[in-house]
């Protein structure tokens, strides 16, 4: 059942280890099946280098597990929370990464400091409130987490900012497919490592200009973008 | 004799180099066998691309070496002590691993910014007192490290606390196994970069919320634990 | 066509992440045949582990596309405008690399403490001015990107400072063949971490001695020189 | 000519690249037969990936070069000078590693902290006196790096402190034999690395208590140590 959306989160899980930005089992990837309304999930607490995509388990939006015989990630709920509320995402990443993770913990937004970060972000990337203790408490949490996210989003696009840093947790990050919310994880670390270091120079650096910020965000999305073969694709 | 638990043991210090967490000869594993009493830990010195299972040296809890025919690590009184005073654990590992031994030599602990410490740990990592002259120089300094140890944990249960840093020292780190004190000296490393980047950013960060911590640590750790298939198994 | 010279970009291309000065597709790497005025570039966007030799694409020195059938980098201007200016180099690359582009960001040259850098450079690394709203928004922002390195390098001779920041943005380096080029961006990520960690240690160190600076510069280039068995060639 | 001694220079100076010690073609190391008076070391500027053990270049310990179609390192009268100095050591390297060449080029000393340290020297690692503009201009530069190396240590013991800083400069590491001084330089490394982590924690952090320093050095070196299975190996 829905081998090729498996095969794409498999994909995806499997090369958050390689890219550097998990350690032992923490972090996961899904991908979603817009048209069924089914995404799929690394199963909970499995090692990497164990994981299989028939591994995958399924999910629909209502939260019914409607495939795979093992638990789906803890954090489920989230990803389910995040494909409700941003209709045009087709994949969730959530990593433990070190830098980014470091701004998440410090409840610190990674300020935009260069054409790096100007090329994935048009602005800040932002953190969520810390959540309240009824949130944390209410057997729901993770679904919780994804109101938190959901609320910070309420005046921002996800397409302009394809990640968030939760309070005190850590990174998540989205995309059109799950392989691009993996390149934005890729970016948001290298981008959070940078802004620490531009800091430790500078401490009271202002952000990037307004103009600068526009040029490069605009140069690869939407229309008039001119980088890439197909006005997609940037870096870091 | 007891080749499944050297096997264990050889498992747990190669993977020390393999996991970054090791330079050169300096860390050591050990395991087990709490029906017998017996320990298997590293010989003293020897490279580990030279290692094998067969070399491990096996020592009963009164510090007698009753297999192998090489030295057992320098530091065997101290994983004698901590067997002997912590009961429930199986295993212990041992490193200089970078960051930790960094807030080791400088006699903090490492304070609990986020949920990825919580994973692990109920609170922060504790620091051990600075050692006496005479404990230092009175011929049982390995066993008097132990001491230090049990001495910090008098009012701390080391379930709930699976490290400690020992101050001007390094990290040591148990758990149920051996396999899983190897996955908690990498849960401590991230950590402690995680922590040394957040201070960076926020030097006076006040600690997790408590609501947060315990929401984490008991996802993961004892009675109405759901992460995981199994209920065991965390990570960074 | 000109398959020598699309071959060396391509080398110098693929070198980029293999060195670790890369994350993504960011960055790129020309080579110049002087004699017909035409460089082989990067095509824009193209994931490193696709990239072949033949996907190079051919521009002239009035930019014009002159083999290739994808888009070339969409700094290709940047490139030219260095190519027109510093007649003497033959290659020129350009990275994202996390260090050198955190001084980029904050605005600050690389200031010049040691011998390390002393080999390579004859003065701290140069930054460019930041580009004003004009500039970036005219149409031509990445020929004008070139113009403010031009620009910066008015008093300067481009082999004794083979390398700039770009303010906001990220270096660009050069030299006598694309493989130099990836050489001195080699040498400039790590002259940056080292100055990086230099400033923690004494947050006003003063620069390198003029005699020393002269000594470890002129050993390695110019009538002289003696380092390495045909005098080019240094280090980091 | 004296192929053993070449073949243990070479395994030295190819373990520099894959140890994370050396980038490009910076660093060198040697290795001398005593009862000849002849030392083995790299070849100038050559890449480590093309470099043979049969292009090891011999020299006496008058500087005239007995074997070998290259020119040597141009550090060599550097590693002459220790060689006569130091007359139990039986090998040298010279590295640029990051963590020992920032403190280098701050022209500071590096504290002891911690054991890993300890485990090392019988005290910091020194930093030599920042060289004269005569020294460096008076045509024997090398030579001089290595007189000023001499001088620092007049009233220390090379075997208790197997390494030192060149002020503005890098690391010079020594040992019994060139495989040691390679250990050594692996040791510095981290624990340059570690001493800057720990300042950062506590900046005004004092050194190492005097019994534990003692403890820990004496436990590796001399009469009296335990460690190891020959009284030998250490590490960090």
């Given at each position: 059942m829905l081998t090729e959306l498996k095969r794409e989160a498999y994909e995806a899980n499997i090369a958050l280890p390689r890219e550097g930005?998990?350690?032992?089992?923490f972090g996961n990837a899904s991908a979603i099946d817009r048209a069924q309304g089914i995404f799929a999930i690394k199963p909970s607490g499995v090692a990497y280098a164990d994981l299989?995509?028939?591994d995958m388990v399924l999910i629909d939006l209502d939260g019914k597990?409607?495939?795979?015989s093992m638990r789906p990630s803890s954090d489920t709920p989230t990803h389910r929370r995040l494909f409700l509320a941003f209709e045009s995402i087709g994949g969730v990443v959530h990593t433990h990464s070190s830098h980014a993770t470091s701004f998440a913990q410090a409840g610190r937004e990674i300020p935009i400091f260069g054409t790096t970060h100007a090329d994935y972000f048009f602005g800040p990337i932002p953190v969520t409130r810390k959540m309240t203790a009824a949130e944390i408490g209410d057997g729901a949490y993770e679904w919780e987490t994804g109101n938190v996210i959901v609320e910070r989003f309420a005046a921002l696009d996800p397409a302009d900012f394809p990640a968030v840093l939760v309070n005190r947790h850590a990174p998540f990050t989205w995309g059109a497919t799950v392989a691009k919310a993996v390149e934005v994880a890729v970016a948001v670390e290298c981008i959070a490592q940078m802004a620490l270091m531009s800091l430790q120079l500078e401490p009271t650096l202002p952000a990037i200009e307004p103009e600068l910020l526009h040029k490069h965000f605009k140069r690869k999305h939407g229309p008039g973008a001119y980088y890439g073969q197909t006005d997609s694709g940037p870096t870091c």
């Open positions: 930005l998990i350690n032992l089992t299989t995509a028939e597990q409607v495939d795979g």
